[in-house]
């Protein structure tokens, strides 16, 4: 278990390894054509997002401007200084310097990043914006005007992407085309990916939800229950260099108190589980070879294993049959439920 997570990254989850489970254990309520809603913080790849990718490939190649008379272009980085007012006072969390802010890349309100493109090194300006009428962050602002009295720094340029920089210092690319088609694929992917996930963790929610546990299985749960222990051992000595018994000195959490926290998450474990086989053995959803061999490769590549038996050393192959299974059976309850994207 050790070996897999300090390799593998694994968390503790639907991957434990456990035999077979009981569908007998568990009753598996409404699974499809369940209306879910579910939420994104970004559902498209824009422009800005492209620019950070670009910042956090090429930050290496990124030169100070000092030329003053350089005027700030959408995509370059700015060093800046800003407070932000509202009816002429300073509002929370509006304020800091040496903020450093890539042009266009969306990160702050409509208007402040464009309001800095053309400044100059050591300019200030006064921009005079309003907040979004819906705005999470800190309601009390929303939809109000303020000014952000700004100075630009400094300003940072990245090199010009020509197909020479490319294939001298971009590794796996030819031209700069095909770099920043690259990159664009790459964060659609991502995306995706994200987008997947959301959908698949509110369905889920609402499955395990409606699903009754009426035992668990005691050879199952205790192995889990291990695993669990295992689990938190390694990343309370990884992450803060503490045992578990440190950790519950420091922590006033009781023996006691802990290992029913342990023995609780076991069977939030082992109760997805026993509903994923469930679904799984209802709608004879099984795992190729071809599947199973994809993600060995991935696996092998991440991990530096040279063979599968090296592997399995690290991530048994049950494990992996299982992750694919999860991910397999909760794709299917996505593609059979009636999904809503709500507001962000």
């Not at 005027?71 to 310097?97: H, Q, T």
């Not at 010009?160 to 990159?183: C, I």
């Not at 599947?291 to 399995?312: H, I, P, Q, R």
């Amino acid at each position: 278990m050790k070996k897999k997570i300090a390799v593998l990254g694994l968390a503790v989850g639907l991957v434990l390894s456990t035999t077979a489970c009981g569908t007998k254990n568990v009753e598996v309520g409404e699974y499809k054509g369940l209306d879910v809603e579910y939420t994104c913080t970004q559902t498209e790849v824009k422009e800005g997002h492209i620019y950070t990718q670009y910042w956090n490939d090429l930050s290496n190649y990124a030169e100070e401007v000092k030329d003053k008379k350089y005027k700030a272009e959408k995509g370059d980085k700015v060093n800046i200084d800003y407070k932000g007012l509202k009816d002429g006072e300073a509002f929370d969390n509006g304020s800091d310097s040496g903020y450093e802010l890539i042009l266009g890349s969306g990160t702050f309100i409509e208007g402040f990043e464009d309001g800095l493109i053309g400044s100059k090194a050591g300019e200030k300006r006064d921009l005079n914006l309003t907040f979004p009428a819906s705005y999470q962050n800190n309601p009390d602002l929303a939809g109000k005007d303020v000014v952000f009295e700004t100075k630009v720094n400094k300003i940072y340029t990245l090199p010009e992407l020509t197909d020479e920089f490319v294939k001298k210092n971009l590794e796996g690319y030819n031209s700069a085309e095909e770099y920043k088609t690259g990159v664009k694929k790459k964060l659609e992917d991502d995306l995706s990916e994200y987008i997947q996930t959301q959908k698949e963790d509110a369905a889920w929610k609402m499955v395990m939800a409606d699903a009754k546990v009426n035992s668990y299985p005691d050879k199952e749960l205790k192995e889990i229950i291990e695993d669990v222990k295992e689990y938190r051992e390694y990343n309370y000595q990884y992450y803060y260099g503490v045992t578990v018994e440190q950790y519950l000195k420091q922590t006033g959490e009781t023996q006691e108190d802990y290992d029913k926290s342990v023995e609780d998450e076991a069977k939030d474990v082992l109760a997805n589980r026993m509903v994923m086989e469930s679904i799984a053995k209802k709608e004879n959803i099984t795992i190729s070879e071809d599947a199973f061999n994809a993600k060995v490769d991935e696996y092998m590549e991440l991990s530096g294993a040279k063979t599968k038996e090296e592997l399995f050393e690290k991530a048994p192959e049950e494990e992996i049959r299982n992750e694919l299974l999860a991910e397999q059976v909760k794709a299917f309850v996505v593609d059979n439920c009636n999904m809503k994207l709500t507001e962000k």
